[in-house]
């Protein structure tokens, strides 16, 4: 049976994971996690979590998953050794060469790669394991196709439940540039669920344009089971424990093959963003846009009708204080209300907003569902053996564990033990989610024990029995042995030289001759490069974008041959193996988001890479101490926030005008590039860019890209490289980005 793995922010989370039956629970620590504002835990706190968990044999994952500056590393590797140290069963891992670095040093640690490595084809799978990684969370862009291949390769973990990123594999830089905080570092303001409206007919309206629906592959799950997914991960660590509840209970139902009619209405209770879309492993469906509510919808109970001026719902549901309801109004959101009280045949309802006949309403908060979800509780069965004599200490026992009372028994001078006494204390468990029986009751004489002394001895064997558990299933998921990993320090990795080149990434490179490197980055993959690419005076790669099939893949190694290019430039790790296998020159992009000397170091002993990119969140100072012959920064010009994998118009082909650029435009006023392209299988996929061009002259030590994705006065840009009040002049709209205060 596959892993059922849920989210936790916080312990009562963790319980309710326990309770609802999930064989594993991934949770943040206090620091390095990619949700800062989940409550997440701290050494103390996860110490007893572990504990609890592994008692009731379920396995912790820690997600410290955040990029990790050059500041942080040593103090990254103390965390994450002291967090190993406390029995935990696995890391999660963002920086897929910083684990490299992490399993050669401590070989032992069990590494699973974040989401948002985006693995996504078999190639990023084959670098994780290599790097020492045990288990890849695919991004969840991954089509079945390709997953099936890649659970054959290595330990495969899929998203069945929750929200999904609108960014591919979560890799987003529109909370950074638009927005100041970083998602990348956990601290994501969610830019997507905002509204917006795009310069094409039918959208132009406002709405919640970039929003998803929840996932809730439902019965496709089983198709994951054939494919050999070997984890089932519920998105949530935001989400409250009811949630949690709901959704491992959902899931265990499901993959069981029992009736779970009444599990999703619980789920939809507890946390449900509108439809629920199957997700983009099965290929985009038509609730997979979730444009017109934001937030918690819940479920549909009723309709109003207006009586008297009151609003009455006529239902079968019989609400109770303290439920909440949220109304719609042709699919829009139009405000809530709360139960006032009952009627006949439904109830009447409360609310500030006016309302009319016809308006449909969800449930939000069931009271009722909510604690019956928590009152679930898994006991783990065990049978005592008691004996108490005279002259003695007495002893209780459960398999093969033994514990004595600090006392000798004494004759009792006035109210003996009685049996009915011991059962009464035994049964009292502590807090224990442990199911008592009793194989044997012995009681030797007339035996005297103040209750007192026998809560203490109850009290003693409970803990006892606890710490056995938790010990067995502590070294059961990982290795047996005392861990005592210990932070070993990190030699300095000095980058020498400097680079001066200049790089541009455009799909046209008419009247460019003097530029060093030319990155072609198609409008249409399955057509042919132009010849201002394939016949200029300038070093060339291929663009691999951050999302790459089979077939992707395969056209790639076409337009290096058609083109004489030397190699690619990539956004994604599955790349490394590409350029290996294929002997061809890797120019690492942007995408791979390098942070500290340490994955700079690690990704140079590949013998493939020719350059390299540092990550656009880091600002001159950092990187510049990441500079070197080989490294690159993003200059000026076009900036990427996020890659999409689907269609953001919902797929209404018919009506398309199939321009190449659209634009975004938030309440604000700012206009977002969109940038269209075709896939080798001709799937239109898109890139949304920022509303301001990047301006600067560069970073010492390091070569400049100028990025022209968007097009425009290409020329221009690149003779405007080195003069920033050229660049300002040409753009209209600019910004310095993260050059002078780099990501939080």
């Not at 108490?388 to 028994?409: D, H, N, P, W």
């Amino acid at each position: 049976m596959p892993e059922i793995l849920a989210p936790a922010g916080n312990a009562e989370c963790v319980e309710a994971a326990i309770n609802s039956g999930a064989n594993a629970v991934y949770l943040g620590y206090s620091a390095f996690s990619a949700r800062a504002g989940a409550q997440n835990f701290d050494g103390e706190s996860l110490q007893k979590i572990v504990e609890r968990a592994h008692f009731s044999d379920v396995r912790i994952y820690v997600a410290m998953n955040t990029l990790i500056k050059n500041t942080e590393t040593e103090d990254f590797l103390r965390t994450l050794l002291s967090v190993w140290n406390m029995g935990v069963d696995a890391i999660i891992m963002q920086d897929i060469l910083l684990g490299k670095f992490v399993h050669q040093r401590y070989p032992d640690i069990v590494l699973h790669l974040s989401t948002q490595a985006g693995v996504c084809n078999l190639e990023g799978a084959r670098i994780a394991k290599e790097y020492g990684f045990s288990r890849v969370i695919l991004a969840r862009e991954t089509p079945l196709s390709e997953i099936k291949k890649i659970a054959e390769f290595i330990e495969t973990e899929v998203f069945v439940q929750g929200a999904l990123c609108t960014c591919f594999s979560g890799q987003c830089y529109f909370s950074s540039f638009a927005g100041g905080n970083s998602g990348n570092r956990g601290r994501c303001k969610q830019p997507c669920r905002k509204l917006y409206s795009y310069d094409r007919e039918g959208f132009e309206e406002r709405s919640y344009a970039l929003s998803l629906s929840d996932l809730c592959v439902t019965e496709n799950i089983g198709k994951f089971c054939e494919a050999g997914v070997a984890s089932f991960k519920i998105e949530g660590r935001m989400r409250r424990a009811e949630y949690v509840a709901a959704a491992v209970r959902y899931y265990r139902l499901l993959l069981k093959g029992e009736n779970t009619s009444g599990a999703i209405s619980d789920l939809k209770r507890t946390y449900n963003r509108g439809n629920y879309t199957k997700g983009l492993a099965f290929g985009q469906d038509s609730r997979f846009l979730s444009r017109d509510v934001q937030g918690h919808l819940g479920e549909k109970i009723g309709t109003i009708k207006v009586i008297d001026g009151k609003y009455f719902v006529e239902t079968k549901f019989c609400p109770v204080s303290g439920d909440a309801f949220k109304i719609l109004r042709k699919g829009r959101e139009v405000g809530g209300g709360s139960f006032e009280k009952a009627f006949g045949r439904g109830f009447y309802l409360s609310s500030s907003q006016r309302l009319l006949n016809g308006d449909s309403v969800f449930i939000t908060t069931d009271m009722a569902v909510n604690a019956r979800l928590l009152s679930e509780k898994k006991q783990i069965p065990i049978s005592l053996n008691l004996s108490f004599s005279e002259g003695e200490r007495a002893t209780a026992e459960s398999g093969g564990i033994v514990v004595r009372s600090e006392e000798i028994l004494t004759s009792a001078q006035s109210r003996p033990l009685t049996e009915s006494d011991v059962r009464n204390c035994f049964l009292k468990t502590d807090s224990l989610p442990l199911k008592v029986t009793f194989e044997r009751i012995e009681i030797k004489g007339s035996v005297f024990l103040a209750k007192s002394r026998l809560n203490a001895f109850r009290r003693a064997f409970y803990e006892r029995i606890f710490s056995a558990f938790a010990e067995n299933r502590n070294t059961q998921y990982a290795y047996d042995g005392i861990r005592q990993c210990t932070c070993e320090p990190v030699s300095d990795f000095a980058l020498n030289g400097k680079n001066e080149k200049t790089a541009v990434i455009a799909s046209d490179f008419s009247g460019l001759e003097n530029i060093d490197i030319a990155v072609y980055k198609p409008t249409d993959y399955g057509a042919e490069p132009p010849k201002s690419f394939s016949e200029g005076n300038f070093e060339k790669f291929i663009y691999y974008p951050a999302f790459a099939d089979s077939a992707d893949i395969r056209r790639i190694k076409e337009l290096i041959t058609a083109s004489g290019a030397s190699g690619i430039y990539a956004e994604n790790y599955g790349s490394i193996a590409f350029a290996r296998e294929r002997g061809v020159a890797l120019f690492v992009g942007t995408g791979f988001n390098l942070t500290n000397a340490i994955s700079v170091k690690e990704l140079l002993e590949e013998n493939c890479i020719k350059y390299y990119s540092l990550s656009k969140e880091l600002d001159e100072r950092e990187q510049a101490a990441l500079s070197g012959t080989k490294a690159f920064v993003l200059s000026s010009g076009d900036i990427k926030l996020m890659d999409l994998c689907y269609c953001p118009f919902q797929k209404s082909c018919p009506s398309c005008d199939k321009r190449q650029i659209y634009h975004l435009t938030d309440d604000s006023g700012r206009r977002f590039p969109v940038r269209r392209f075709k896939s080798v299988s001709g799937e239109c996929r898109f890139e949304i860019y920022n509303c301001a061009k990047l301006v600067g002259s560069g970073v010492r030590g390091a070569g400049k890209i100028i990025d022209c994705s968007t097009g425009g006065a290409v020329v221009a840009a690149v003779k405007a490289a080195d003069n920033e009040e050229k660049q300002k002049s040409l753009y209209g709209t600019y910004t310095a980005g993260h050059r002078k205060k780099s990501m939080l």
